[in-house]
């Protein structure tokens, strides 16, 4: 028999001969391959003359002795695959003569898929021709991932062999990947259940024949449908009870039904799974796996006979810090989404009117804001200066401070504060689950439940701390007899407010004087109110998916859905005016400018802030000579700079958040 040419010049005639993807891997298995023996029975015809698949199974001793028999060769399968071109010995090298019980070279071992392309890889990089068949190193790359995948581990009844081979699921003598968009390509790939299901998993194949996905494919002959391996992997197969493969499989569903992933990460059970984190509801839960059936059918798991037997899965007494699932969980929401009002009309309608409520304040406010910036810049640069009363002509100390605000309102002040920033955190880490930040800060903080726990802890003490000012303030002002709900000193809104907003907004366009603000500005009157706001729309929603099956026994499902909706655009409204509007008002605005003001860290301003802040207050106490009964001392070097230090740490606190919110809002 003739020996092989010179690996170069056979590799180069099969290229052109069978097209480049034939031609790597077959040039590739000739390079590896030796001389072959002069041995005339070891072309290809002589091995099928014994081997063909029309001639009777031939039985050898497997390595332990016991029989086998091997596998028959299908001429004209292997004549049409991948390795067809190729000599039966360029493979089984052990093999020397065509006797019927071959010798064999005691040390050459029997060819595996994984031995043959990782040394038909190795030596392509080492003769620095590994780009010219890149094919190869992926075929090498699929090994890599079989070995650490769930097919790769040793079988219960055989523990010497693997649960799958390559053998097993694509046959060496056969293999062949047909070109995209061909015929036989969606034949190909319409064959995968069976060769899957077949010799392993019929369970699950019966399961899938009946179901949705197999329908479509085997009925109907739409190759688009899902397959096993487009849920499991063709290599890298992961046991499905584990993480990985849980979290891997909600984005596999994904690619396809892609509004249904953008709605099921709006839940909270969508939430928890994007920080990543296996142990709320998945796709699969719901749905089934194999067996997946339309919503309508009645063996459908979700189909409203069935929802409340499939929510009680897990939600019930029986499982750690679950409860049974009420009535309401049947009618929620999982796929609920804001634009099918037909569908959904109670999302649609809080959608719309939460949108609206956001493009409103944030229009006001930062149109308001960006004005204020340019008017008070604008009069710096023409040398405008605020006149100031000579105070010391009035023998008032002009060093002594205005105390404006008690040790309470400020301790209220800077534990809000904190609670506040708490919330944000640990609620947006939820709401912006997507985010490339969120899972970080999640495992930071001890993961899902931990987050949750300090959220709802920081809730609490949010809601007690505004009980707690409501009812001092409340027994402090029915109790004075002289106070005037509407007056000077009052908190409620009055038409001087709406008097100064309007006379502010022509001063920002030089069209009037600065207004003269009494001991409440109207911005800071809204900041006091959009808190009982805030608390209401945020406290009642929170409450009810903190206890979600008490809110059901009593209400529908779709409060849920609603209840997330609101809770999160609120809390996105509020960390966002906090961290721009709020900051900007006291901390930010040119004449406040090296920040921060600390006012309400030490409780006292000078006579000239407060004269600037408050000028209609500051006149009317002069005028009464009230003011010398809030006359103080100014704050100490110390105290000014520890409130100076703690101000500036929380505003950089502030902006942090307000960039995490930004980034977390734009990457949905």
Request: aromatic content about 12%; glycine content about 8%.
């Amino acid at each position: 028999m003739a020996r092989w040419p010179s690996p170069g010049s056979w590799l180069a005639g099969i290229a052109c001969a069978v097209g480049a993807l034939v031609g790597v891997l077959v040039g590739a298995l000739f390079a590896a391959a030796p001389a072959l023996a002069a041995d005339p029975g070891l072309d290809n015809a002589g091995c099928l003359s014994c081997h063909e698949s029309k001639k009777a199974k031939i039985k050898v001793a497997d390595p332990k002795g016991d029989p086998r028999a091997l596998s028959p060769v299908d001429a004209r399968k292997f004549g049409k695959s991948l390795h067809g071109e190729m000599p039966c010995v360029a493979c089984h090298l052990e093999i020397t003569d065509s006797q019927a019980r071959h010798k064999k070279k005691p040390d050459v071992q029997p060819p595996t898929c994984v031995s043959c392309h990782e040394g038909l890889w190795a030596a392509a990089q080492k003769e620095g021709r590994g780009a010219e068949r890149p094919r190869l190193g992926d075929v090498v790359n699929n090994i890599e991932a079989y070995k650490k995948s769930f097919h790769a581990r040793p079988d219960k009844d055989n523990p010497g062999k693997a649960k799958a081979t390559c053998e097993d699921c694509h046959s060496s003598h056969e293999f062949s990947v047909p070109a995209k968009g061909s015929a036989r390509r969606t034949a190909w790939h319409k064959e995968i259940p069976d060769t899957c299901g077949a010799k392993c998993h019929e369970d699950q194949l019966e399961a899938y024949a009946t179901s949705v996905h197999g329908e479509e494919l085997l009925d109907k002959g739409n190759a688009k449908s899902a397959v096993c391996t487009d849920c499991h992997s063709a290599h890298a197969v992961l046991g499905t009870s584990s993480d990985r493969f849980k979290l891997a499989n909600v984005n596999i569903c994904g690619d396809c039904h892609k509004e249904r992933l953008k709605s099921y990460a709006d839940t909270y059970h969508g939430q928890v799974n994007r920080l990543g984190y296996a142990y709320t509801a998945k796709c699969a839960d719901c749905h089934g796996s194999h067996g997946i059936l339309p919503a309508d059918n009645a063996k459908s798991k979700v189909h409203p006979k069935n929802r409340m037997k499939t929510c009680s899965s897990c939600h019930s007494d029986k499982k750690p810090g679950m409860r049974d699932a009420t009535a309401g969980f049947a009618s929620f929401g999982p796929h609920a989404n804001t634009h099918d009002f037909a569908k959904y009309p109670q999302m649609y309608v809080a959608s719309k009117f939460m949108v609206a409520l956001l493009i409103f304040v944030f229009a006001f406010f930062w149109a308001h804001s960006g004005l204020w910036y340019y008017r008070e810049w604008q009069d710096r640069k023409a040398g405008k200066t605020v006149q100031h009363v000579d105070v010391a002509a009035l023998g008032i100390d002009p060093a002594k401070h205005f105390k404006r605000f008690a040790a309470g309102w400020r301790i209220g002040h800077l534990v809000f504060a904190i609670v506040t920033m708490t919330l944000v955190l640990t609620g947006t880490t939820a709401l912006f689950a997507q985010s490339a930040w969120a899972p970080t800060v999640a495992a930071l903080l001890g993961g899902p439940r931990v987050l949750g726990l300090v959220h709802r802890v920081a809730a609490t003490l949010f809601i007690g701390i505004f009980l707690i000012h409501f009812i001092v303030v409340m027994t402090k002002l029915l109790r004075d007899r002289k106070f005037r709900w509407f007056g000077p000193d009052s908190l409620i809104p009055n038409w001087k407010d709406f008097a100064d907003c309007w006379g502010m907004f022509k001063w920002f366009v030089g069209k009037g004087q600065r207004p003269q603000f009494e001991r409440w500005a109207y911005y800071e009157k809204f900041d006091y109110w959009a808190v009982f706001w805030g608390v209401n729309i945020i406290g009642w929603s929170g409450l009810m998916l903190a206890f979600p099956h008490v809110t059901a026994k009593y209400l529908p499902g779709w409060v849920f859905n609603v209840g997330t909706l609101v809770h999160g655009e609120e809390a996105f409204l509020a960390a966002v005016f906090l961290f721009t509007v709020h900051f900007f008002n006291n901390h930010f605005r040119p004449d406040k400018l090296p920040p921060p003001d600390v006012v309400m860290f030490t409780g006292t301003q000078s006579l000239q802030e407060f004269q600037h802040d408050h000028p209609a207050q500051f006149k009317r106490m002069v005028e009464s000579g009230e003011i010398r009964k809030y006359l103080v001392e100014q704050p100490s070097r110390p105290f000014h700079l520890g409130s100076v230090v703690l101000g500036l740490a929380l505003l950089a606190i502030g902006l942090l958040l307000l960039v995490l919110v930004g980034v977390g809002f734009f990457s949905g």
